[in-house]
């Protein structure tokens, strides 16, 4: 009887000049068969996107230096950087709009209100967030995230496929997914993060014989 | 009536304004930001790491603190030696840095969060190869070589370069060389 099986699949490093349907492709085809789920990391995806920028490249508005002083030190929209990126995507206005709604949700002990209405605030990872040489680059969401699983679906022909947002901190988040898939239950399956660290490259996780196991329960 | 009434709408606004401009940079200042400085005085004798006939590999580590009150990331990190050929053209120099808590030997600096009150140590290598062949016969007569540690930090303000001065001196090279 077969068992679900989380299998990381290493790459070199990829970047926009990469396509990630082909890079799957390239370093797991051999491996997925209609049963198996893709699972890709976020981070990556956004980088074959292009989604990417410097610090360097970016004139932080007034809205980014007084909001980025109210978040927590840890949080990527901390820095000016991460929070003017931010802006980049969804607008000065909008961010900070929602970060008002945000604090005032907060007072009302509602958490989160502020990453839900802005997106790119929620999806970005300022400096330091992703490996060399993309550590000196704050790296946004990616686009389409739906889509691109559909992509993988269709060339791999692997039962399903996400676009999945993990950390070491027992944090797992499906960003995007092919049709049919429930991406709570994949994020519970992701939940230890088998994408491992930077280090590791290993950006693609195949989840194996999901389909039979989905049957049997 | 109507004109007055504007002017106190006016200048109503600008007064909160100002007020909350005024509060924003008090809380700024409060909060604080990163203050990464290299501590070059602090920093360990140059050391032979490696030496053949016409090549001498030296080691030096440079403590580095973030005196700030916010987290402060290092996005890239280099030496710069300088030594002209018009004061001493007897050796090639190669210098390169590596965060001693993530050592890598591709003299690329990966990005590093410092936390407030933290820091870290910067191993620096130079490598000084030999015109001539022999290193040691070439380093007669080495001067002393001014070496500046240049870094870019980020913090919760805009991103900055600085850099901090060491000196390889004649004598410590000398010292190094006799070990």
Redo the contacts between chains.
Sequence with gaps: MANLELVPVHTRILTHRDDIVEAIMHYAGDNIGPEDIVCVAESVVAITQGRITRPEELRPTWQARLLCRFVPAEGSMSSVYGMQSAMELDGKWKVFGAFILGAIAKAFRKDGVFYQISRAAALTDDVTGTMPPFDKHIVYGPKDADKVAERIVQRTGSYGAVVADVNDLKRAAVLGHSRGMDPKRIARILIDNPFGNDDQMTPIVIIKNFASISERQ | MYFYTFVNIIVTIIFIVAVLFVA?RI??WK?GDEHIVMLPKKRTPFEVEDISFNQVTLVSDIPFVNKGR??G?I??LYPRHLLPQEQFDAVQIHSWTTDLADERHDG?W????IEPRKGGTVRLRLILTAKTGNIRKDLVGFPDMNIDIVYQV??????HISKNRLILTAEELQQAMRQ
Excluded: H, L, P
């Design positions: 924003f809380f700024a909060q916010q987290n990331t996005m890239d690329y990966k990005s590093v969060i980020v913090g919760r303000s805009d991103w």
